[in-house]
T-cell receptor
């Protein structure tokens, strides 16, 4: 039962354009969502997060949008840079206490940004 | 640099053997979680430790066990290794609540 899904295994974008990575979830108890970037042979690096009380969070070139009714979130990267090429994981956690450390991940999307 | 360090970085074990992986959490972080990432998949939650006690477990058999020490560092032990245990094992630490969860670079385990 895949509770967090990233339906696009890969995405190719031209440098300077917008990258949009999508994520869907099924568990309505999820209330905190995170995006991680991962290079080969490295651990995931935290990018940005959003709580279910918000519908948008921005940090520099990265913006995450949350649509709770559709159980959908997206990560926008503007402008995209070649150094953004990596695997991007969406993750979610459930309300309460130390539950935030128990993340459910999607399968990942490979982003390639072409110069 | 996340401040989460894992050892060893790579190891090869034979089916049926036992392995111990280690994690030093970032200073001040009292919560450590372990994840298994198989090739082409997202990380899967194994278990979490909070102040030296197991605080939640994913869908992994009992031969996956762990410890957290008073300094909040942690170990993951896997007994009776199977070929399917070959994966990247990730440790993550946080100070709980909605604070950021940081990952180490992982330990690559190959079971032959």
């Amino acid at each position: 039962d895949q509770q967090v899904k990233q339906n696009s295994p890969s995405l190719s974008v031209q440098e300077g354009r917008i990258s949009i990575l999508n994520c869907d979830y099924t568990n309505s108890m999820f209330d905190y969502f995170l995006w991680y970037k991962k290079y080969p042979a490295e651990g995931p690096t935290f990018l940005i997060s959003i709580s279910s009380i918000k519908d948008k969070n921005e940090d520099g070139r990265f913006t995450v949008f949350l649509n709770k009714s559709a159980k959908h979130l997206s990560l926008h990267i503007v402008p995209s840079q070649p150094g953004d090429s990596a695997v991007y994981f969406c993750a979610a956690s459930v309300r309460g206490g130390t539950s935030y450390g128990k993340l459910t991940f999607g399968q990942g999307t490979i982003l390639t940004v072409h110069p | 640099e996340t401040g989460v360090t894992q050892s060893p970085t790579h190891l090869i074990k034979t089916r049926g053997q036992q392995v111990t992986l280690r994690c030093s959490s970032q200073s001040g972080h009292n919560t450590v979680s372990w994840y298994q990432q198989a090739l082409g998949q997202g990380p899967q939650f194994i278990f979490q430790y909070y102040r030296e006690e197991e605080n939640g477990r994913g869908n992994f058999p009992p031969r996956f066990s762990g410890l957290q020490f008073p300094n909040y560092s942690s170990e993951l032990n896997v007994n009776a290794l199977e070929l399917d245990d070959s994966a990247l094992y990730l440790c993550a630490s946080s100070s709980g609540g909605r604070n950021t969860i940081y990952f180490g670079e992982g330990s690559w385990l190959t079971v032959v």
